[in-house]
């Protein structure tokens, strides 16, 4: 078995003015702060002498290069980003940046969803990318507009009910 893994596909490089502030300010700690505390601790490390069998110096060297594969990860991905914070000519569509209500066509359950960047989801929030199928399915839909999503348990059906932008 190789470890070969097929490429990631690319993602959607948009963003709002919030994800892209969190983003920054994640590369800011981690280069400014926890970089150079390892950096510290690893030198400290290694001065206690055999490398091969110090745990501290490993862990120190290994939690360094997760560090630096971060760093360099959201320094190409800022310059990549655009940041998108305004609204669009239509507010009643769905387009980037909107909290929109669904109903499920079958079990009328309704669900309260945001669109964002693949760079700032949070199920939580209910922040869903806008390279998933549901918001893929719901972009330029308009209130009581109905759409159909492939979702893992199958196509499901949806009713648009409210579209709002942030302010």
């Known amino acids: 078995m190789s470890r070969w893994r097929p ?11 919030e994800g892209y502030a969190r983003l920054k300010a994640e590369l800011d700690d981690l280069w400014r702060v926890r970089r150079r505390d390892v950096v510290k601790a690893l030198a400290a490390a290694a001065a206690e002498g055999d490398r091969s ?11 360094l290069g997760e560090i630096d594969r971060r760093v360099r990860y959201l320094s190409k991905r800022l310059e990549a980003l655009r940041v998108v914070d305004t609204a669009p000519s239509d ?4 387009f980037f940046g909107a ?16 669109i964002v960047g693949p760079d700032e989801t949070n199920a939580r929030l209910g922040w869903i990318s806008i ?21 893992p348990d199958g196509p499901q059906r949806f009713f648009i009910v409210a579209v709002e932008y942030p302010v």
């Open 7 to 17: 490429p990631v596909e690319k993602s959607t490089a948009l963003i709002t003015r």
């Open 53 to 63: 069998e110090n745990a501290e110096y490993i862990y120190r060297k290994k939690q």
């Open 91 to 94: 507010p009643e569509a769905v």
């Open 99 to 114: 909290s929109v209500e669904v109903e499920h066509a079958v079990t009328g359950a309704s669900s309260r969803y945001r």
């Open 131 to 151: 390279d998933s199928p549901l918001a893929r399915a719901m972009l330029k839909k308009r209130i009581d507009d109905d759409f159909e999503a492939q979702l």
